[in-house]
C-alpha cells in the first residue's frame, strides 16, 4: 500500500479535467466603526479588496495548488468579470482553452462585504435562466468526446447554475467510465439523479439528507429503518443505512459524505463503512471546504490511493482550508506537512 507521501509524490504527474460552474468570488474587506445616517446599516470602511476563482474555478485552483496538470471546461460571459476570472486562472497554470464565452448570461459573481472577518452581505449577479447558447453547448461535448483520453480523472463541479445539465453530466460520465477514466462528481442536491454509476460523488450530509428524502417517498423499507418522520440523518446508523442506499440507488463506486466537525463517511461497495474523523484544528470559514475535498479525493485515486487513503488525504485537505478566510485554494506544501508522520 503506497504511503502518504508517495501518493503526494505523484500529483505533478495527474492530469485533471474540471467541467463545471465558474464563478468569481470577489472580497471587499473593511472596518465598521459607526451606523449609516440613511439607514439602519453598518458603514464599511473599505482597506482591501480582491478576487478568487469560485465555484468549479475553485476546484481547478485547488487542483493547481496541488501541482496537478489541470484544464478547465465551462463559461464566462461577455464582461470584464469573466476576462478576470480567465486571467486569473492563466496566472495560476490552468488550461482555459475550453473556457467558452456566452454573450447570453453574465459572468456569475458573488461580492462579500466583510467587516472585522465578519460577512456583512453577500451580493450575486447571475442570470441562470437564460438557456446557454446551442453553439457553446455543442462545443461543450464536443470538447469531452474529443479530449477525454488526455485526462486521468474528470470532475464534475455542480453548482447548480445551469453548466452541467442531465445530457451532459451523463455524456460526461459515460465517456470517463468508457475510457476507463476516473469521473467523481460534487453535487447539487436537486442533481443526483445525473451522477448515476460515477466513481465518487462527495455530499455534504444536508445534501444526502435531501436526497434520502426523494428515495424515501418511493421506498416505505426505508422509510421505516430510518422513520418516517424523520428528515434528518441524526445518528451513525441513519448516515450508514441513507449511504448504502445512495450507493446503490446511484449504482455508485463510492460515496464520501461530509460531517463537518464529525469528519466524513466513506462507503465503497462491497466494503463495510468507513467513518474519519476531523482533522480540523480550528474553524475560521468554511467557505470552499468541499471544493478541496473533492480536489484532494479526486487527485490521490489518479495517483494510485486506494478510495480510503484518499479520502484520509482529503479530510486534511479540508482542515487545513476551514482555518483560513475565503475560498483560498490548499497548497500541496500544507498538505504534506499536515500528514507528516502519519
Not at 450507493?247 to 460515496?255: F, V
Not at 479525493?297 to 484518499?310: D, E, S, V, Y
Amino acid at each position: 500500500m503506497s504511503t502518504f507521501r508517495t501518493i503526494l509524490s505523484k500529483f505533478n504527474q495527474q492530469s485533471i479535467l474540471v467541467v463545471g460552474d465558474l464563478i468569481l468570488d470577489q472580497y471587499l474587506q473593511g472596518s465598521v466603526s459607526r451606523i449609516s445616517p440613511e439607514a439602519p446599516v453598518p458603514v464599511v470602511l473599505q482597506k482591501k479588496a480582491f478576487n478568487t476563482p469560485g465555484g468549479a474555478a475553485n476546484v481547478a485552483n485547488n487542483l493547481a495548488g496541488l501541482k496537478a496538470k489541470v484544464s478547465m471546461l465551462g463559461i464566462v460571459g461577455d464582461d470584464a468579470e469573466g476576462k478576470l476570472l480567465v486571467q486569473s486562472l492563466k496566472k495560476k497554470k490552468i488550461r482555459v482553452q475550453a473556457i467558452y464565452t456566452d454573450s447570453n448570461r453574465p459572468t456569475i459573481t458573488k461580492t462579500r462585504v466583510l467587516a472585522q472577518n465578519q460577512q456583512i452581505v453577500r451580493i450575486d449577479k447571475e442570470d441562470i435562466d437564460k438557456p446557454i447558447h446551442k453553439n457553446i453547448t455543442k462545443k461543450l461535448f464536443d470538447y469531452l468526446t474529443r479530449n477525454i483520453e488526455k485526462f486521468d480523472a474528470v470532475i464534475l463541479s455542480d453548482y447548480g447554475k445551469g453548466l452541467l445539465t442531465p445530457e451532459l453530466s451523463q455524456h460526461a460520465v459515460s465517456l470517463a467510465l468508457k475510457h476507463k477514466k476516473i469521473v467523481t462528481v460534487d453535487p447539487k442536491v436537486e442533481h443526483f439523479g445525473y451522477y448515476r454509476h460515477a466513481t465518487a460523488i462527495t455530499p455534504n450530509l444536508a445534501e444526502t439528507e435531501n436526497a434520502i428524502r426523494s428515495i424515501k417517498v418511493t421506498s416505505p423499507q426505508l422509510s421505516a429503518k430510518l422513520g418516517v418522520d424523520s428528515d434528518k440523518l441524526k445518528t451513525d446508523e441513519q448516515i450508514d443505512l441513507a449511504g448504502k442506499e445512495l450507493l446503490k440507488c446511484l449504482d455508485l463506486d463510492s460515496l464520501l459524505v461530509t460531517l463537518s466537525e464529525r469528519g466524513m463517511r466513506l462507503f465503497e461497495r462491497g466494503k463495510k463503512p468507513v467513518s474519519i474523523k476531523t482533522k480540523a484544528k480550528a474553524v475560521y470559514d468554511v467557505t470552499g471546504a468541499g471544493d478541496a475535498v473533492i480536489s484532494v479525493f479526486t487527485l490521490a485515486m489518479a495517483a494510485g490511493a486506494t478510495k480510503h487513503q484518499a479520502a484520509d488525504l482529503s479530510n486534511f485537505g479540508a482542515g487545513i482550508v476551514v482555518g483560513k478566510l475565503g475560498a483560498v485554494a490548499l497548497e500541496k506544501k500544507e498538505l504534506a506537512e499536515a500528514v507528516k508522520g502519519h
